[in-house]
Nanobody, 128 residues
Framework: QVQLVESGGGLVQAGGSLRLSCTAS????????MGWFRQAPGKEREFVAA????????YYTDSVKGRFTISRDNAKNTVYLQMNSLKPEDTAVYYC?????????????????????WGQGTQVTVSS
């Protein structure tokens, strides 16, 4: 199992940017597809973005396409979420998660049930 720790959240004005990081422990991080999810107050947790183990495939929910970018550095056991042009509706706790399986090359359509390890979350607040 992979242990995950998120960082980089905070308070930002609308239109601003933040970069979230998720660092994993465990030597097999590079073999897992990774995802970012978020949960706003009073709402269910939702998918944001995912990246394959080789970085060859990425997938985004429609509401963040063109604004958010997921990337990874396997040498640092870290996955990132660069968030630009932030909107108040992006306010949520953001979680990173690791795939249950290894070496997944296609990440389109992944759901929460496909992810087996989760971080504790980091708060992102976007003021208007």
């Amino acid at each position: 199992q992979v242990q995950l720790v998120e960082s980089g959240g905070g308070l930002v004005q609308a239109g601003g940017s933040l970069r979230l990081s998720c660092t994993a422990s465990g030597r097999t991080f590079s073999q897992y597809a990774m995802g970012w999810f978020r949960q706003a107050p009073g709402k269910e947790r939702e998918f944001v973005a995912a990246i394959s183990w080789t970085s060859g495939s990425t997938y985004y929910t429609d509401s963040v396409k063109g604004r958010f970018t997921i990337s990874r550095d396997n040498a640092k056991n870290t996955v990132y979420l660069q968030m630009n042009s932030l909107k108040p509706e992006d306010t949520a706790v953001y979680y990173c998660a690791a795939d249950r399986g290894r070496r997944r090359t296609v990440v389109a359509g992944l759901a929460q049930a496909d992810f087996g390890s989760w971080g504790q979350g980091t708060q992102v607040t976007v003021s208007s």
